[in-house]
Protein backbone atom coordinates (compact mmCIF):
# COMPACT_ATOMS: atom_id res chain seq x y z
CA UNK A 1 0.00 0.00 0.00
CA UNK A 2 1.64 3.23 -0.66
CA UNK A 3 0.38 6.93 0.44
CA UNK A 4 1.49 9.67 -1.64
CA UNK A 5 0.58 13.58 -0.59
CA UNK A 6 1.15 15.93 -3.79
CA UNK A 7 0.29 19.70 -2.61
CA UNK A 8 -3.17 19.01 -0.93
CA UNK A 9 -3.84 15.68 -2.74
CA UNK A 10 -3.65 12.59 -1.11
CA UNK A 11 -3.05 9.29 -3.43
CA UNK A 12 -4.02 6.03 -1.74
CA UNK A 13 -3.15 3.19 -3.80
CA UNK A 14 -2.70 -0.75 -3.45
CA UNK A 15 -2.20 -3.29 -5.94
CA UNK A 16 -2.27 -6.68 -4.30
CA UNK A 17 0.15 -8.54 -6.55
CA UNK A 18 0.69 -11.73 -4.55
CA UNK A 19 -2.76 -12.68 -4.76
CA UNK A 20 -2.61 -11.81 -8.84
CA UNK A 21 0.41 -13.98 -8.91
CA UNK A 22 -1.34 -16.75 -6.85
CA UNK A 23 -4.50 -16.46 -9.00
CA UNK A 24 -2.21 -16.37 -12.22
CA UNK A 25 -0.22 -19.52 -11.16
CA UNK A 26 -3.57 -21.52 -10.47
CA UNK A 27 -4.75 -20.76 -13.43
CA UNK A 28 -2.34 -21.56 -15.69
CA UNK A 29 -1.90 -25.11 -13.84
CA UNK A 30 -6.13 -25.39 -14.67
CA UNK A 31 -5.05 -25.14 -18.18
CA UNK A 32 -2.47 -27.57 -18.01
CA UNK A 33 -4.89 -29.90 -15.97
CA UNK A 34 -7.19 -29.19 -18.45
CA UNK A 35 -5.12 -29.73 -21.56
CA UNK A 36 -2.99 -32.72 -20.60
CA UNK A 37 -6.24 -35.36 -20.78
CA UNK A 38 -7.38 -34.52 -23.77
CA UNK A 39 -3.70 -34.85 -25.44
CA UNK A 40 -0.90 -32.41 -24.40
CA UNK A 41 0.51 -35.01 -22.34
CA UNK A 42 2.40 -37.27 -24.17
CA UNK A 43 1.30 -40.42 -22.51
CA UNK A 44 -2.51 -38.77 -22.36
CA UNK A 45 -4.09 -42.02 -24.59
CA UNK A 46 -2.83 -44.46 -21.71
CA UNK A 47 -5.20 -42.71 -19.18
CA UNK A 48 -8.52 -44.38 -18.82
CA UNK A 49 -11.66 -42.43 -18.47
CA UNK A 50 -12.21 -41.68 -15.25
CA UNK A 51 -8.26 -40.90 -14.91
CA UNK A 52 -9.05 -38.11 -17.33
CA UNK A 53 -12.16 -37.13 -15.11
CA UNK A 54 -10.44 -36.87 -12.37
CA UNK A 55 -7.27 -34.48 -13.89
CA UNK A 56 -9.51 -32.59 -15.73
CA UNK A 57 -11.83 -31.71 -12.57
CA UNK A 58 -8.28 -31.01 -11.09
CA UNK A 59 -7.79 -28.32 -13.74
CA UNK A 60 -11.45 -27.00 -13.43
CA UNK A 61 -11.01 -26.52 -9.68
CA UNK A 62 -7.55 -24.91 -10.14
CA UNK A 63 -9.17 -22.35 -12.55
CA UNK A 64 -11.85 -21.72 -10.68
CA UNK A 65 -9.84 -21.19 -7.47
CA UNK A 66 -7.39 -18.84 -9.56
CA UNK A 67 -10.31 -16.83 -11.19
CA UNK A 68 -11.66 -16.05 -7.57
CA UNK A 69 -8.82 -15.30 -6.02
CA UNK A 70 -8.17 -12.83 -8.72
CA UNK A 71 -11.68 -11.71 -8.82
CA UNK A 72 -11.78 -11.13 -4.99
CA UNK A 73 -8.79 -8.68 -4.96
CA UNK A 74 -9.35 -5.51 -7.10
CA UNK A 75 -6.77 -2.92 -7.67
CA UNK A 76 -7.79 0.42 -5.31
CA UNK A 77 -6.81 3.64 -5.79
CA UNK A 78 -8.34 6.62 -3.29
CA UNK A 79 -7.67 9.74 -4.26
CA UNK A 80 -8.81 12.09 -1.16
CA UNK A 81 -8.62 15.98 -2.40
CA UNK A 82 -8.35 17.96 0.54
CA UNK A 83 -8.79 21.84 -1.55
CA UNK A 84 -12.19 20.24 -3.26
CA UNK A 85 -13.30 18.78 0.02
CA UNK A 86 -13.79 15.59 -1.65
CA UNK A 87 -12.70 12.15 -1.91
CA UNK A 88 -12.79 9.24 -4.63
CA UNK A 89 -12.61 5.30 -4.16
CA UNK A 90 -11.96 3.36 -7.02
CA UNK A 91 -11.69 -0.40 -7.19
CA UNK A 92 -10.17 -2.55 -10.44
CA UNK A 93 -10.40 -6.02 -11.08
CA UNK A 94 -11.97 -8.91 -12.59
CA UNK A 95 -15.59 -7.56 -13.63
CA UNK A 96 -15.49 -5.19 -11.12
CA UNK A 97 -15.30 -1.61 -11.71
CA UNK A 98 -16.89 0.88 -8.55
CA UNK A 99 -16.17 4.07 -7.92
CA UNK A 100 -17.43 5.49 -4.50
CA UNK A 101 -17.48 9.32 -3.98
CA UNK A 102 -17.68 11.42 -0.80
CA UNK A 103 -17.15 14.14 1.11
CA UNK A 104 -14.25 14.69 2.85
CA UNK A 105 -16.38 16.77 5.92
CA UNK A 106 -18.11 13.44 6.41
CA UNK A 107 -15.07 11.66 7.39
CA UNK A 108 -15.35 11.08 11.04
CA UNK A 109 -12.46 9.48 11.78
CA UNK A 110 -9.98 6.95 10.15
CA UNK A 111 -9.90 2.78 10.99
CA UNK A 112 -7.47 0.48 11.58
CA UNK A 113 -9.83 -2.75 10.64
CA UNK A 114 -8.63 -5.25 12.67
CA UNK A 115 -9.33 -9.14 11.94
CA UNK A 116 -7.67 -12.62 12.42
CA UNK A 117 -6.78 -14.62 9.25
CA UNK A 118 -7.09 -18.54 8.75
CA UNK A 119 -4.44 -19.16 11.04
CA UNK A 120 -5.33 -16.84 13.86
CA UNK A 121 -2.77 -14.34 12.52
CA UNK A 122 -3.89 -10.51 12.39
CA UNK A 123 -5.12 -8.92 9.29
CA UNK A 124 -5.69 -5.36 8.71
CA UNK A 125 -7.18 -3.05 6.26
CA UNK A 126 -7.76 0.53 6.09
CA UNK A 127 -11.35 2.39 6.34
CA UNK A 128 -13.05 5.66 6.90
CA UNK A 129 -15.88 5.81 8.99
CA UNK A 130 -18.41 8.35 8.11
CA UNK A 131 -20.11 10.53 10.30
CA UNK A 132 -23.69 8.53 9.35
CA UNK A 133 -22.01 5.72 10.75
CA UNK A 134 -21.09 3.64 7.24
CA UNK A 135 -17.68 2.27 7.16
CA UNK A 136 -15.80 3.09 3.44
CA UNK A 137 -13.14 0.44 2.93
CA UNK A 138 -10.17 1.94 1.34
CA UNK A 139 -8.81 -1.28 0.26
CA UNK A 140 -11.42 -5.02 0.75
CA UNK A 141 -8.10 -7.09 0.37
CA UNK A 142 -7.02 -8.22 4.12
CA UNK A 143 -3.20 -7.81 4.82
CA UNK A 144 -0.82 -9.27 7.19
CA UNK A 145 1.24 -5.48 7.20
CA UNK A 146 1.21 -2.34 6.18
CA UNK A 147 -1.81 -0.32 6.31
CA UNK A 148 -0.68 1.22 9.85
CA UNK A 149 1.70 3.45 8.98
CA UNK A 150 -0.70 4.70 6.09
CA UNK A 151 -3.46 5.26 8.39
CA UNK A 152 -1.90 6.96 10.76
CA UNK A 153 -0.04 9.56 7.91
CA UNK A 154 -3.90 9.64 6.60
CA UNK A 155 -5.16 10.59 9.88
CA UNK A 156 -2.81 13.28 10.60
CA UNK A 157 -3.33 14.51 6.97
CA UNK A 158 -7.18 14.47 7.00
CA UNK A 159 -7.25 16.09 11.10
CA UNK A 160 -9.08 12.82 12.02
CA UNK A 161 -8.90 10.64 14.55
CA UNK A 162 -7.29 6.93 14.45
CA UNK A 163 -9.50 3.94 15.87
CA UNK A 164 -8.61 0.42 16.23
CA UNK A 165 -12.12 -1.55 16.28
CA UNK A 166 -12.82 -4.76 18.08
CA UNK A 167 -12.08 -7.81 16.19
CA UNK A 168 -14.47 -7.70 13.21
CA UNK A 169 -14.14 -11.35 11.96
Same mark, same amino acid.
Given at each position: ??????????????????????? @?? &?????? +??? =? /????? #??? *? @?? &?????? +??? =? /????? #??? *? @???????????? /????? #???? @???????????????????????????????????????????????????????????????????????????????????
Amino acid at each position: MRLTNVGRTITLEHTPGMHWFLG @GL &LIVVGL +VGL =A /APVGM #AAD *A @GT &LQAWER +VAV =A /AAGVT #ALL *A @GGWVCWRAPRTQ /AVLDL #AKGV @GRIEHTGIGVRETIEFPLEGVDEVVLDHGKDDDGGDVYRPALRMRDGRMVLLSPVWMHHGPQDTVQALGRALDRPVARPALTR
